[in-house]
């Protein structure tokens, strides 16, 4: 990343505070890294990787090293793993409020966690001093997230004209909301990716955001 230009990595979701020392020691060559530790999801939602026939218990997501998330379910579970990612080091709060590509149960369209779940991130992240990002492809989800006080759009490859507004108001009344990542480019899985794993549900929901992704890389520059 480095011979690449990057001085500075945001990095959203894996990424621990152990990665940050090394980097800061001078231990590893590599970029500045922000980090917010593992993304918060619901059961079934972006960082649930089981299958519907996996019934494991989800609890080893919060300990397992590099995972990109946990699952939380409840306002009371949603506020105590957000302050357990910030006490562990986390510069913000990642949360998945919307359907994934690469998870096995959450189609895209699917809105992840509950209002108040979203309120909580909210609330333990700005009483840390800091703001949520959240995983968003679609305009519905992208719309309550923000009224919700994500201050962070990461994706957004769905969002409309009429929240591109909104977002455009919000930075004129200096809120962070006006933040919005871009991920157009995503390379659709080829056939051999089967063999990995990468089932026909992901390659359609790859499919069905490239096109959009693509479409908003110039109204969000």
Do not use: W
Not at 70 to 99: S, Y
Not at 142 to 147: C, G, L, P, Q, S
Request: with cysteine; glycine share 12%; net charge negative.
């Amino acid at each position: 990343m480095l011979m690449r230009g990057f001085t500075t990595v945001r990095d959203l979701g894996g990424a621990d505070h152990g990665l940050v020392m090394e980097i800061n020691e001078g231990l590893i060559e590599a970029p500045r890294l922000v980090i917010c530790g593992k993304a918060l999801s619901q059961t079934g939602g972006h960082t649930d990787y089981r299958g519907r026939y996996h019934a494991r218990n989800v609890d080893y997501y919060a300990d397992r090293a590099g995972a990109l998330g946990r699952v939380v379910d409840g306002v009371d579970d949603v506020r105590r793993a957000a302050r357990e990612e910030i006490k562990a080091g986390a510069q913000f709060v990642k949360i998945m409020a919307n359907g994934g590509v690469s998870s096995p149960t959450d189609p895209i369209a699917s809105l992840g966690l509950s209002a108040d779940e979203v309120r909580a991130a909210v609330e333990e992240a700005h009483n840390a001093q800091t703001y949520v990002a959240a995983h968003l492809y679609t305009d519905e989800a992208i719309r309550r997230a923000v009224e919700l006080g994500v201050e962070s759009v990461e994706h957004g490859n769905r969002l409309c004209h009429g929240n591109l507004n909104r977002l455009a108001e919000a930075r004129r009344e200096g809120c962070r909301s006006s933040r919005c990542s871009r991920s157009p480019g995503v390379k659709c899985p080829a056939p051999e990716d089967a063999e990995r794993g990468t089932g026909c549900e992901v390659t359609l929901g790859v499919e069905g955001v490239v096109d959009g992704g693509m479409n908003r890389q110039e109204a969000l520059s």
